[in-house]
Protein backbone atom coordinates (compact mmCIF):
# COMPACT_ATOMS: atom_id res chain seq x y z
CA UNK A 1 0.00 0.00 0.00
CA UNK A 2 1.36 3.37 -1.03
CA UNK A 3 2.31 5.99 1.68
CA UNK A 4 -0.69 8.49 0.41
CA UNK A 5 -3.28 5.78 0.63
CA UNK A 6 -2.47 5.05 4.53
CA UNK A 7 -2.35 8.75 5.11
CA UNK A 8 -5.61 8.68 3.35
CA UNK A 9 -7.11 5.72 5.19
CA UNK A 10 -5.83 6.79 8.56
CA UNK A 11 -7.27 10.61 7.83
CA UNK A 12 -10.24 8.76 6.96
CA UNK A 13 -10.52 6.51 9.94
CA UNK A 14 -10.10 9.45 12.27
CA UNK A 15 -12.80 11.59 11.02
CA UNK A 16 -15.45 8.34 10.93
CA UNK A 17 -13.93 7.40 14.87
CA UNK A 18 -14.65 10.61 16.02
CA UNK A 19 -17.93 11.12 14.51
CA UNK A 20 -19.02 8.00 15.50
CA UNK A 21 -17.49 8.53 19.27
CA UNK A 22 -19.61 11.43 19.61
CA UNK A 23 -22.23 10.33 18.37
CA UNK A 24 -22.09 6.93 21.05
CA UNK A 25 -22.11 10.02 23.59
CA UNK A 26 -25.72 11.33 22.29
CA UNK A 27 -26.96 7.85 22.64
CA UNK A 28 -26.09 7.15 26.08
CA UNK A 29 -27.05 10.61 27.38
CA UNK A 30 -30.35 9.89 25.64
CA UNK A 31 -30.52 6.52 27.70
CA UNK A 32 -30.48 8.41 31.06
CA UNK A 33 -29.01 5.45 32.70
CA UNK A 34 -25.80 7.59 33.61
CA UNK A 35 -22.79 9.26 31.36
CA UNK A 36 -18.94 8.85 31.54
CA UNK A 37 -17.12 10.49 34.48
CA UNK A 38 -16.56 13.54 31.79
CA UNK A 39 -19.77 13.71 30.33
CA UNK A 40 -21.15 13.58 34.13
CA UNK A 41 -19.16 16.95 34.51
CA UNK A 42 -20.34 18.21 30.83
CA UNK A 43 -23.88 17.32 31.62
CA UNK A 44 -23.78 19.23 34.97
CA UNK A 45 -22.01 22.42 33.31
CA UNK A 46 -24.59 21.92 30.57
CA UNK A 47 -27.37 22.39 33.41
CA UNK A 48 -26.01 25.48 35.43
CA UNK A 49 -25.29 27.73 32.44
CA UNK A 50 -27.96 26.64 29.22
CA UNK A 51 -25.22 25.95 26.91
CA UNK A 52 -25.16 23.02 24.83
CA UNK A 53 -23.77 19.82 25.59
CA UNK A 54 -21.82 19.50 22.79
CA UNK A 55 -20.77 22.85 23.24
CA UNK A 56 -19.61 22.42 26.47
CA UNK A 57 -17.54 19.20 25.21
CA UNK A 58 -15.48 21.51 22.75
CA UNK A 59 -14.83 23.97 25.54
CA UNK A 60 -13.45 21.40 28.11
CA UNK A 61 -11.60 19.64 25.69
CA UNK A 62 -10.20 22.98 24.76
CA UNK A 63 -9.28 23.64 28.06
CA UNK A 64 -7.77 20.34 29.14
CA UNK A 65 -5.45 20.78 25.97
CA UNK A 66 -3.99 23.97 27.38
CA UNK A 67 -2.65 21.79 30.27
CA UNK A 68 -0.65 19.82 27.65
CA UNK A 69 1.52 22.65 27.78
CA UNK A 70 2.99 22.72 31.55
CA UNK A 71 3.31 18.74 30.67
CA UNK A 72 5.36 19.25 27.15
CA UNK A 73 2.74 16.91 25.73
CA UNK A 74 2.61 17.50 21.71
CA UNK A 75 -1.26 16.96 19.85
CA UNK A 76 -1.45 15.67 16.94
CA UNK A 77 -3.54 16.17 14.03
CA UNK A 78 -6.25 14.08 16.02
CA UNK A 79 -5.85 15.66 19.40
CA UNK A 80 -6.55 18.94 17.63
CA UNK A 81 -9.69 17.21 15.19
CA UNK A 82 -10.96 15.31 18.61
CA UNK A 83 -11.71 18.76 20.54
CA UNK A 84 -13.33 20.25 17.03
CA UNK A 85 -15.08 17.60 15.72
CA UNK A 86 -16.37 15.62 18.97
CA UNK A 87 -18.84 18.05 20.40
CA UNK A 88 -20.58 18.87 16.95
CA UNK A 89 -21.49 15.02 16.59
CA UNK A 90 -22.76 14.79 19.84
CA UNK A 91 -25.16 17.64 18.53
CA UNK A 92 -26.49 15.62 15.97
CA UNK A 93 -26.60 12.66 17.86
CA UNK A 94 -29.50 14.23 20.25
CA UNK A 95 -30.95 15.83 17.27
CA UNK A 96 -31.80 13.06 16.13
CA UNK A 97 -32.26 10.38 18.80
CA UNK A 98 -35.09 10.82 21.26
CA UNK A 99 -34.75 10.64 24.74
CA UNK A 100 -35.91 7.47 26.30
CA UNK A 101 -37.80 6.63 29.69
CA UNK A 102 -38.65 3.36 29.99
CA UNK A 103 -35.70 0.61 30.78
CA UNK A 104 -36.95 -1.51 27.97
CA UNK A 105 -35.69 0.98 25.72
CA UNK A 106 -33.05 3.09 27.83
CA UNK A 107 -30.63 -0.30 28.58
CA UNK A 108 -30.65 -1.83 24.96
CA UNK A 109 -29.95 2.15 24.10
CA UNK A 110 -27.05 2.15 26.19
CA UNK A 111 -25.31 -0.88 25.64
CA UNK A 112 -25.66 0.54 21.99
CA UNK A 113 -23.83 3.60 22.76
CA UNK A 114 -20.72 1.78 24.52
CA UNK A 115 -20.36 -0.87 21.87
CA UNK A 116 -20.76 2.44 19.28
CA UNK A 117 -17.99 4.26 21.93
CA UNK A 118 -15.32 1.11 21.90
CA UNK A 119 -15.34 0.68 18.03
CA UNK A 120 -15.23 4.28 17.50
CA UNK A 121 -12.31 4.62 19.95
CA UNK A 122 -10.52 1.89 18.21
CA UNK A 123 -10.99 3.62 15.11
CA UNK A 124 -9.70 6.84 15.92
CA UNK A 125 -6.67 5.99 18.06
CA UNK A 126 -5.94 3.26 15.41
CA UNK A 127 -5.57 5.63 13.00
CA UNK A 128 -2.14 7.03 15.33
CA UNK A 129 -2.67 10.42 14.40
CA UNK A 130 -2.87 11.84 18.24
CA UNK A 131 -5.17 10.45 21.60
CA UNK A 132 -7.57 12.42 22.70
CA UNK A 133 -6.70 16.09 24.89
CA UNK A 134 -8.66 13.78 28.36
CA UNK A 135 -6.29 10.74 27.49
CA UNK A 136 -3.44 12.86 26.38
CA UNK A 137 -3.62 14.59 30.07
CA UNK A 138 -3.44 11.13 31.96
CA UNK A 139 -0.97 10.05 29.82
CA UNK A 140 1.24 13.02 30.27
CA UNK A 141 0.89 13.45 34.02
CA UNK A 142 2.37 9.54 34.48
CA UNK A 143 5.39 10.88 32.14
CA UNK A 144 6.42 13.93 34.15
CA UNK A 145 5.81 12.72 37.15
CA UNK A 146 6.04 8.86 37.24
CA UNK A 147 2.85 8.52 38.88
CA UNK A 148 1.54 5.35 37.87
CA UNK A 149 -1.07 5.65 35.14
CA UNK A 150 -4.28 3.41 36.92
CA UNK A 151 -3.95 5.81 39.83
CA UNK A 152 -3.65 9.26 37.38
CA UNK A 153 -6.65 7.91 35.61
CA UNK A 154 -8.96 7.08 38.64
CA UNK A 155 -7.73 10.70 40.37
CA UNK A 156 -8.74 12.48 37.44
CA UNK A 157 -12.02 11.13 36.58
CA UNK A 158 -13.28 10.54 40.29
CA UNK A 159 -12.68 14.27 40.73
CA UNK A 160 -14.83 15.39 37.27
CA UNK A 161 -17.02 12.39 38.11
CA UNK A 162 -17.66 14.12 41.87
CA UNK A 163 -17.85 17.81 39.94
CA UNK A 164 -19.82 16.38 37.68
CA UNK A 165 -22.10 15.10 39.87
CA UNK A 166 -22.66 17.69 42.40
CA UNK A 167 -23.83 20.13 39.78
CA UNK A 168 -26.52 17.63 38.26
CA UNK A 169 -25.10 15.39 35.56
CA UNK A 170 -26.55 12.09 35.80
CA UNK A 171 -24.44 9.27 37.78
CA UNK A 172 -26.06 6.03 37.32
CA UNK A 173 -25.99 2.27 36.40
CA UNK A 174 -24.27 3.53 33.28
CA UNK A 175 -21.66 5.09 34.87
CA UNK A 176 -20.69 1.74 36.51
CA UNK A 177 -20.90 -0.09 33.41
CA UNK A 178 -18.63 2.22 31.50
CA UNK A 179 -16.10 2.28 34.00
CA UNK A 180 -15.94 -1.62 34.15
CA UNK A 181 -16.23 -2.39 30.72
CA UNK A 182 -15.05 0.32 28.28
CA UNK A 183 -11.33 -1.04 29.34
CA UNK A 184 -11.67 -4.72 28.13
CA UNK A 185 -13.60 -3.29 25.10
CA UNK A 186 -11.18 -0.68 23.51
CA UNK A 187 -8.08 -3.54 24.39
CA UNK A 188 -10.11 -5.69 21.70
CA UNK A 189 -11.07 -2.76 19.21
CA UNK A 190 -7.92 -0.71 19.32
CA UNK A 191 -5.53 -3.40 18.19
CA UNK A 192 -7.95 -5.03 15.68
CA UNK A 193 -8.10 -1.51 13.58
CA UNK A 194 -4.98 0.20 14.72
CA UNK A 195 -3.35 0.72 11.02
CA UNK A 196 0.35 -0.92 10.58
CA UNK A 197 3.17 1.44 10.00
CA UNK A 198 4.41 1.66 6.60
CA UNK A 199 7.12 -0.47 6.33
CA UNK A 200 11.08 0.63 6.12
CA UNK A 201 12.01 0.89 2.47
CA UNK A 202 15.31 -1.55 2.06
CA UNK A 203 18.65 0.65 1.74
CA UNK A 204 20.02 0.67 -2.09
CA UNK A 205 23.01 1.08 -2.95
CA UNK A 206 23.96 4.03 -5.22
CA UNK A 207 25.44 3.57 -8.74
CA UNK A 208 29.16 3.11 -8.67
CA UNK A 209 29.20 2.52 -5.16
CA UNK A 210 31.11 -0.41 -4.22
CA UNK A 211 30.06 -3.84 -2.86
CA UNK A 212 30.72 -3.17 1.28
CA UNK A 213 29.07 0.59 0.88
CA UNK A 214 26.47 0.94 3.47
CA UNK A 215 24.31 4.20 3.58
CA UNK A 216 24.21 6.15 6.79
CA UNK A 217 21.37 5.64 8.80
CA UNK A 218 18.48 8.35 8.25
Same mark, same amino acid.
Given at each position: ? /? /? #?? $? *???RILQLAVGLFLYGFAIAMMVRAAVGVPPWDVLTQGLSLQTGWPFGVLTNVIGALVLLLWIPLRQKPG *? @??? #?? *? #? #? $? @???IEVGLAVIPAQHTLALQLPLFAGGLALLALASGLYLGARLGPGPRDGLMTGIHKRWGWPLWAVRSAIEVSVLSVGWLLGGNVGLGTLAFALLIGPMVGVTIPLLRIPEAPARPATRPVGSHAGYMPDSA
Open positions: M /S /S #LL $I *VSR *V @GTV #LN *V #L #L $I @GPS
